[in-house]
């Protein structure tokens, strides 16, 4: 179907399937029916789609489409005029076009022999131009000129909501190896979960437990995994992201995120970064070659090449009224247990002391200590031991 056009037929079936949602606006891994059909379509080489549904559907529909897709609308009012400029706007050179008439999935990875009729059909371009033009019934067009599709062609019906967990297991499955085909490694399709409209590039591995959602996308030679979860995120290339969760965040090159970490929306992580075990960051980016090893949170925050942060830093971003942001320089470094109360700026090169608290601007080059001195008391415990000690 390369370089085609379809004609989707959203149908509000709501009586027919006793449902409150039409059919192909049920959801399936979190997304509708109906995304899970255009953006396999989409695969397989259709670039233009003609939607046909009632007003009220139009907005939900819209979105399942993909990005860049060229996507008509029409309603039934508007059904001939909407469809005839459609079908004329293709290219010369099309012959034939896709149309779904009701519930269906396209599952090409999947075919299977049998002749049970799906409620899609090819037709011709031109001869259905034609039929419009003669005011004919478009339905009883398709079912005289259409040539049907069925299971052989990887197209499968569906009538009611009770079907979708079967169709769930076709749909990952036609997808997963639709990635293994672009040279993405699978330790356990049984157990990774893949959405429409995720890239993955070639090379990288998925190990069990993965789920990426949303617009995420990852770059060559990453290994993803096990049990991480990415949603709307970019991976750039070589990356490690291990036992983890992503979301809305943005990570470069060859860089390590995990185990256990939590990057929230806002975050940015530049090239050879990393955010380790127990790290949280939020709004926060973190320039190349910065380290957050592990066990810190930074939110609000702008973290500069090259520098570190030791274990159990916080920036305390919350003033519980307003969010505060904080500057850490490029090379500077954070020890252990420090706390950057915000607004604040620790200078490039600047060090700030294990333990302490910075609540005013640190110089570049300079040493932050806030701690109390300790004191020693020579032979305290001999002098205070317990007696049934």
């Known amino acids: 179907m390369s370089d085609r ?3 989707l037929f959203l149908l509000d079936d709501c009586r027919r399937t006793g449902s409150e949602t039409p059919l192909m606006l049920h959801r399936v891994l979190g997304v509708p ?6 953006h396999a379509l989409a695969r397989a080489g259709v670039s ?11 907005s939900r529909a819209q979105d399942c489409f993909p990005a860049g897709a060229e996507l008509s609308t029409a309603s039934d009012e508007s059904l001939a005029d909407r469809l005839h400029v459609f079908l004329s706007t293709a290219p010369e050179a099309e012959r034939d076009l896709l149309v779904v008439t009701g519930p269906v999935i396209y599952a090409p990875g999947c075919r299977r022999p049998g002749d049970a009729r799906a409620s899609a059909c090819m037709v011709d371009r031109r001869a259905l131009m034609a039929a419009l033009d003669e ?26 909501p009770e079907e979708l967990p079967g169709a769930a297991r076709l749909l990952r499955q036609d997808l997963l190896l639709s990635l293994t085909r672009g040279g993405v490694e699978i330790w356990d399709p049984e157990n990774t979960y893949v959405t429409p409209g995720v890239r993955v590039g070639a090379g990288s591995s998925l190990l069990p437990g993965t789920v990426l959602q949303g617009k995420t996308s990852v770059g060559k030679d990453c290994v993803i995994g096990p049990n991480t979860r990415l949603i709307d995120s970019s991976v750039g290339d070589c990356c490690r992201v291990e036992q983890s969760r992503v979301e809305g965040a943005r990570l470069g090159d060859r860089l390590e995120v995990g185990p256990f970490a939590n990057l929230r929306p806002g975050t940015v992580m530049e090239a050879e970064t990393k955010a380790g075990a127990f790290v949280e ?40 009224a307003e969010k505060h942001y904080t500057v850490i320089e ?19 090169g600047a060090y700030v002391a294990a333990g302490s608290v910075v609540t005013e601007d640190v110089p570049p080059q300079a040493l932050a200590i806030s701690r109390p001195r300790a004191q020693i008391k020579k032979e305290w415990a001999l002098k205070n031991k317990r007696a049934d000690s």
């Open 5 to 7: 056009s379809a004609v």
């Open 33 to 38: 029916l109906l995304s899970w059909l255009s």
């Open 48 to 58: 233009r789609f003609c939607l046909v549904c009632a007003p009220a559907l139009l």
């Open 135 to 160: 005011t004919a019934p478009i339905g009883h067009f398709l079912q005289q000129a259409g040539e049907p599709t069925t299971c052989e062609d990887g197209f499968f019906r569906l009538s009611a």
């Open 281 to 320: 960051l939020k709004n926060t980016s973190v320039g190349a070659g910065a380290k957050v090893p592990h066990l810190s949170y930074l939110g609000d925050a702008a973290l500069g090449a090259r520098a570190n942060v030791g274990c159990g830093t916080v920036t305390a971003n919350f003033d519980r």
């Open 330 to 348: 490029e090379e500077a470094f954070l020890g252990c247990n420090s706390t950057l109360v915000a607004p604040v700026n620790v200078g490039r």
